[in-house]
């Protein structure tokens, strides 16, 4: 089995024990629509009704999935800049432009379900970046699972440390195992994350730069060189 079959079955793995976690009873339709055709994590949408709506972001979904797939497709030669390729189109064909596509279509069929990633680029905060703006779906079950028993028990600050501990955890499984090597690299970029939404909150930082620099400068530390050479250079 090679590392990126091993990676694809790990993330359906997180997906499934996610879905599990976060299990509510529903209508049987939309209970089967929930698990099965939305990859978010909340299932409260799915208990409403709503005026139908999202065409156009379908429409916007569509357009970088297309973009995605091109980015896909594009080679250099160069190794460094194929795997930004890689890296950009896989980002914009699913966390973009699949996920957008499929919020659009539930919300045509009243079911007011959010976008789960939202512009992260205007993120102000890595707070902001993690808590309102990046992958919401597995926000949702890391504040629910993680957060909040663990606030309730020893207060904010332990909880933001559990969450985002819980979150290399979770990396670890995703890229390092699959990889082989790199231990580590995952949990210290999600700690170190973590210190600093901590540091935001304690003296009032924020700024675009400032969290574009500490999402993007620690990055070789979650997508480490040996996930890089066993998952994404085969793919070249």
């Not at 890229?175 to 994350?193: C, D, I, M, N």
Request: aromatic share 12%.
């Amino acid at each position: 089995m090679t590392p990126f079959v091993t990676m694809t079955l790990l993330v359906a793995a997180v997906y499934t024990a996610s879905k599990v976690a976060m299990f509510r009873r529903l209508p049987a339709a939309r209970q089967a629509a929930y698990l099965l055709l939305w990859p978010g994590m909340d299932p409260r949408p799915f208990r409403e009704s709503r005026p139908p709506a999202g065409l156009a972001l379908m429409a916007w979904g569509a357009l970088k999935m297309a973009v995605g797939a091109a980015l896909l497709q594009a080679r250099t030669g160069v190794t460094p800049v194929d795997l930004l390729l890689v890296m950009l189109g896989t980002g914009l064909l699913i966390h973009f432009g699949l996920c957008d596509v499929l919020a659009g279509f539930w919300r045509r069929r009243g079911i007011p379900v959010e976008r789960l990633f939202v512009n992260p680029a205007a993120s102000r905060t890595l707070a902001e970046f993690w808590g309102r703006r990046w992958n919401l779906a597995f926000r949702a079950v890391a504040h629910a699972r993680i957060f909040t028993p663990v606030k309730r028990r020893w207060g904010a600050r332990w909880g933001v440390a559990a969450t985002f501990a819980f979150s290399g955890l979770v990396h670890e499984l995703l890229l390092s195992v699959p990889a082989g090597g790199g231990w580590g690299g995952p949990t210290l970029y999600f700690l170190l994350h973590g210190a600093l939404v901590l540091a935001e909150r304690r003296w009032k930082i924020e700024g675009r730069l400032w969290t574009l620099f500490w999402l993007l400068a620690p990055l070789p530390l979650l997508f480490h060189p040996p996930f890089l050479r066993a998952v994404l250079v085969p793919l070249l």
